[in-house]
């Protein structure tokens, strides 16, 4: 069965720093590209960041260049986000999602994702 788990999120003052996780199981190693994707309250689900399937490409929206920052430890069936820097606009309930490919690259088109995880919300105040 396949399945995401993320965890991490919470209550974070402007200028401070979370780690993201998303935790896989049932995707065979190696195999599956992983998307972050955030909604912001009265907003539409947008992409954050993804990485394919080795961790040797990644992608990052503008929004999240050079502030966040998506790793993935395959050994232990983990993706990361890093976020620093996090500002109030960064708020909202981030989910992670999985395709089954080994393509060099990664995609942020939601619709190229069948399997998400539940989210975790994260609040950027002061």
């Known amino acids: 069965q396949v399945q995401l788990v993320e965890s991490g999120g919470g209550l974070v003052q402007p200028g401070g720093s979370l780690r993201l996780s998303c935790t896989a199981s049932g995707f065979p190693r190696d195999a599956y590209a992983i998307g972050w994707f955030r909604q912001a309250p009265g907003k539409a689900r947008e992409a954050v960041s993804c990485?394919?399937?080795?961790?040797?490409?990644?992608y990052y929206a503008d929004s999240a260049k050079g502030r966040f920052t998506i790793s993935r430890d395959n050994a232990k069936n983990v993706v990361y986000l890093q976020m620093n820097t996090l500002k109030t606009e960064d708020t909202g309930v981030y989910y992670c999602?999985?395709?089954?490919?080994?393509?060099?690259?990664?995609?942020?088109?939601?619709?190229?994702?069948?399997?998400w995880g539940q989210g975790t919300q994260v609040t950027v105040s002061s």
């Open positions: 990485v394919s399937s080795s961790g040797g490409y990644d």
């Open positions: 999602a999985g395709a089954f490919t080994t393509k060099r690259m990664c995609v942020v088109n939601q619709g190229e994702y069948p399997y």
